[in-house]
């Protein structure tokens, strides 16, 4: 059976500083869901062919298409991805880095009322950059720092091309999961999150545990940020499955034969 090509999706890691220093929030995934049921990730999701169009660039500030393109190395259409982990964000947690006409951020309760409509831009009755509009706000593009690109192994059931961002969660909003898509939604420190992944008691997918065993290398989500902001480049990541089912990175033992027909896994979650 041919693969399946890689959709284009973006996912965002919002942080903070807590009590215990440096958190990052996780969604869990409804245990119903037919896609990675009961994991906890973080707010992303696939492009959508609306991300990429003029009307929501016009509510871009800081990024042009050009410069989001050049650092995710396509000839045109980056910056999309910047409007689908902040959209992702917004419908799946409520929180929204945007700022109003004053220059200010959205804060909590104009965010909870702009969040009543988050189903609707979900199931695209609403486009997102309608509700912009009508509410006076602009996209802050430029908080979101591009870190990591993973690609889902061949075989799988569903296959992302999938930029990662990082950015400060803005101040004055709370998540609040939607019931739907996700049933949780928890602040945890990376550290946390690795040592409780280890127990067995925190279900995340390869690519959500390997940014947490990065990001448990700071103390703050200011040093972690600047940090991802002066990465040089940022390589592509394509695991493989292997015979055993076990994720292979590149440069692990068995990763070239997992690239063939006969070395290739089966899919497990």
Not at 79 to 108: D, M, P, Q, T
Request: proline letters at 7%.
């Amino acid at each position: 059976m041919p693969s399946l090509t890689p959709l284009p999706a973006a996912t965002v890691t919002l942080v903070r500083d807590g009590a215990q220093g440096l958190e990052v929030l996780m969604m869990k995934r409804n245990l119903k869901s037919a896609f990675v049921p009961g994991r906890y990730l973080f707010p992303g999701g696939s492009v959508d062919p609306s991300d990429g169009l003029a009307d929501i660039y016009a509510r871009c500030v800081g990024l042009t298409d050009a410069a989001a393109s050049k650092r995710l190395g396509l000839e045109s259409g980056g910056l999309a991805y910047w409007v689908a982990a902040i959209r992702e964000s917004f419908e799946e947690s409520g929180l929204l880095l945007a700022h109003g006409e004053n220059g200010k951020l959205v804060a909590h309760q104009q965010a909870a009322e702009l969040a009543q409509h988050r189903k609707a831009v979900a199931a695209g009755e609403l486009p997102f950059d309608t509700l912009l509009r009508d509410a006076g706000l602009t996209l802050e593009v430029s908080a979101l720092v591009y870190f990591a690109h993973w690609i889902t192994p061949p075989g799988a059931p569903r296959r992302y091309d999938t930029r990662f961002f990082v950015a400060h969660a803005p101040a004055g909003q709370e998540p609040v999961h939607d019931n739907e898509e996700t049933i949780e939604s928890v602040w945890v420190s990376p550290r946390e999150g690795v040592e409780r992944f280890r127990e067995g008691t925190f279900k995340l997918m390869t690519p959500t545990i390997h940014t947490l065993r990065i990001f448990a290398g700071y103390e703050s989500a200011s040093a972690l940020i600047e940090a991802m902001r002066a990465l040089p480049d940022v390589p592509t990541i394509a695991p493989r499955i292997g015979k055993d089912g076990r994720r292979i990175m590149a440069g692990e033992p068995g990763y070239d034969e997992a690239g063939t027909e006969e070395g290739r896994g089966t899919w497990k979650r």
